[in-house]
């Protein structure tokens, strides 16, 4: 079972920026891809951000795309996501978490989350 320790998150404004790290248990190049989701109360699980080990390609859903940026840094084996202009409906918990070939759905570990709550 992959550990992960995550930080960052807490309040935000709306209009302001977050920056999430993880850093996972082994090496980030032996998962298939790593990122996070999140999960809003009542709401399904999204993910936000993933990249796949195997070409460093990166996912983002439609609903972050050009405010949410996924970074890596091997040497410290850590794992980023900044997001900027945050909205209201960002609020959620997001989890680091591995992948699947599908960032959605293919969830196969996750650590417990931090909470990002985006209020004025």
């Known amino acids: 079972q992959v550990q992960f320790v995550e930080s960052g998150g807490g309040l935000v404004q709306p209009g302001g920026t977050l920056r999430l790290s993880c850093a996972p248990s082994?090496?980030?190049?032996?998962?298939?891809?790593i990122g996070w989701f999140r999960q809003a109360p009542g709401k399904q699980r999204e993910g936000v951000g993933c990249?796949?080990?195997?070409?460093?390609?990166?996912y983002y859903p439609d609903s972050v795309k050009g405010r949410f940026t996924l970074s890596r840094d091997n040497a410290k084996n850590t794992v980023y996501l900044q997001g900027n202009d945050l909205k209201p409906e960002d609020t959620a918990v997001y989890h680091c978490?591995?992948?699947?070939?599908?960032?959605?759905?293919?969830?196969?570990?996750w650590g417990q989350g931090t909470q990002v709550t985006v209020s004025s």
């Open positions: 978490a591995t992948f699947g070939a599908d960032c959605n759905v293919d969830f196969d570990s």
């Open positions: 082994g090496p980030i190049l032996d998962y298939f891809a």
């Open positions: 990249i796949f080990s195997y070409d460093g390609a990166i």
